[in-house]
């Protein structure tokens, strides 16, 4: 795909997920500023990417600070970067039922994936509007769509799709697109073998999917090919959200 390269910020970098993304973009030739929680995963995140030809930085967040994203942006500017394109990454997945939930627990998980992406978002969309153009792109998941067992992360996902198709009223007429990335099960460390069996059993596909088809994803959602692509959630799921009972 044709894409004029672009400067993005990646947070939670250092995931599994991620580092598909990352490689993606950066093979894609925009520079990817690798922003995680985790400093020295953060820093390898963008070593690698170096390592391989292309452009990276790493900065340190904590997406759950208000006070930790603002000096993200403070440290991104005084790099001298201008970010174009935001992909919220950073994410927990908390294996909790209700009853196993404090306030503690739920709020963290609400304070990961949902208010941590607006924060971002909020830091650094002033500017995209400022120049005319931009992409926020937020990696959600099918269970903000269908529900899930763990109601931390189906309800902070959930909100993060629905942020997502809120805020194009407020970038209306800027140049600036928000779309969500909704993955089903995607092959990283963190899947148990119990999923991995049922996705081969049920999933329409029989397929788990690849962190580097997250990134293709991404990549494309750059180009002004994908400039009316706007308040969508895209599922890269094989068809999982067909099938309700999937982790029943």
């Known amino acids: 795909m044709n ?5 993005v910020l990646v ?4 995931g599994g997920m991620a580092r598909g993304v990352n490689a993606r973009l950066a093979r894609a030739g925009h520079t990817v500023l690798c922003a995680d929680f985790d400093a020295d995963g953060a820093r390898r995140a963008a070593e690698t990417i170096i390592a391989d030809g292309g452009a990276a930085a790493d900065f340190r967040v904590d997406v759950a600070s208000a006070e930790s994203v603002h000096r993200l942006g403070d440290a ?5 970067h201008e970010v174009d394109v935001v992909l919220n990454a950073a994410g927990v997945l908390d294996r909790r039922y209700l009853v196993d939930h404090d306030d503690e627990s739920f709020d963290r998980a609400i304070q990961i994936n949902l208010v941590g992406p607006f924060r971002v ?10 120049r005319g153009w931009g992409r926020i792109i937020n990696v ?6 269908t529900g ?11 909100g993060l799709s629905n942020l997502g ?7 209306r007429g800027t140049g600036v697109t928000v779309n969500a990335i909704c993955p089903g099960v995607v092959d990283t460390p963190m899947v148990i073998d ?9 999933v329409p596909t029989g397929q788990i999917i690849d962190p580097e088809e997250i990134g293709a994803l991404a990549v494309f959602l750059i180009t002004d090919d994908a400039r009316n692509i706007n308040g969508a959630d895209l599922l890269i799921d094989g068809g999982a959200t067909r099938f309700y009972e999937l982790f029943d």
């Open 194 to 202: 119990e999923v991995r069996r049922q996705v081969a059993a049920k």
């Open 11 to 14: 947070t939670g970098a250092a």
């Open 165 to 171: 198709r809120s805020l194009v009223k407020d970038f």
């Open 76 to 80: 991104v500017r005084a790099a001298g």
């Open 3 to 7: 894409t004029t390269p672009r400067t």
């Open 121 to 130: 978002i909020q830091e650094f969309g002033p500017a995209m509007v400022e």
């Open 140 to 145: 959600s998941s099918i269970a903000g769509v």
């Open 148 to 158: 899930y067992p763990y109601p931390s992360y189906a309800a902070s996902k959930a």
